[in-house]
């Protein structure tokens, strides 16, 4: 950032405001990068260990959204028990 740069406040917001856009753009690309490898290294080891077809995989992933839904929907009433 370059602090020279800005004569008057409202400049130093700006340049401010535009470091902290790269910064998120290039973060938010690095770590989209990195949950893809690791995602495709953590399912290829899986498919290696646990075999599954696609239609198992399928009723996995939909029985783990129902039980999320359904733990986020109690959670949000306030249930403790």
Do not use: F, K
Request: net charge positive.
């Amino acid at each position: 950032m370059d602090i020279a740069a800005a004569a008057t406040p409202m400049r130093l917001l700006s340049v401010n405001r535009s470091a902290a856009t790269r910064q998120v753009l290039v973060l938010a690309a690095a770590v989209t990068a990195g949950l893809a490898v690791c995602g495709h290294v953590v399912v290829g080891l899986l498919q290696q260990v646990l075999p599954w077809t696609p239609e198992e995989a399928l009723l996995l992933g939909v029985g783990g959204l129902g039980g999320s839904a359904a733990y986020r929907s109690h959670s949000r009433r306030g249930g403790n028990d």
